[in-house]
């Protein structure tokens, strides 16, 4: 815990599993960030007497990991995805942990269930630059566990 008013990035850590991944584990030792954004749906309507309604129902989650590459991990993954698909083989779905150190000392712990993947970024390779990749995903739910 870095802050003692308010959470900071290196208070979280993810742990993504997926069956396709090697040892069924997406280990990216320089994960830089996670980031987390519900996505309701929203209902509208507009009554006979001209009141205006709406509400929120629970969406998916949209999921992004930006992440220094260091090893092949996500390259592996992705080429292991794209053949599958291309194979006509039914792809799993994995699981993504989310823990927060809470500036109490307890730490929170997150499911995202039934999560597909994405690899969107593998890599601009440029002189002495760090390439750096990104891995979207989609989750159907967040279980606090």
């Known amino acids: 815990m870095a802050g003692s008013f308010f959470s900071v990035g290196r208070d979280g850590e993810v742990v993504i599993l997926h069956p396709l991944a090697p040892g069924g584990r997406i280990d990216m030792p320089l994960l830089t960030g996670f980031d987390a954004k519900p996505n309701p749906v929203t209902i509208k309507t507009v009554t006979l007497t001209g009141r205006h309604l709406e509400d929120h129902l629970p969406g998916n989650y949209s999921l992004t990991f ?30 993504v942990y989310q823990y927060i150190r809470e500036l109490d000392g307890s730490t929170s712990t ?36």
């Open 66 to 95: 930006s992440n220094d590459r260091s090893n092949s991990i996500l390259d592996d993954f992705q080429s292991t995805l794209d053949i599958a698909k291309r194979s006509g083989v039914a792809v799993p779905t994995g699981t």
């Open 110 to 145: 997150y499911q995202f269930n039934e999560v597909t993947f994405q690899v969107t970024e593998l890599g601009n390779f440029k002189g002495d630059d760090k390439v750096t990749q990104t891995l979207m995903a989609s989750a159907t739910e967040r279980r606090r566990m």
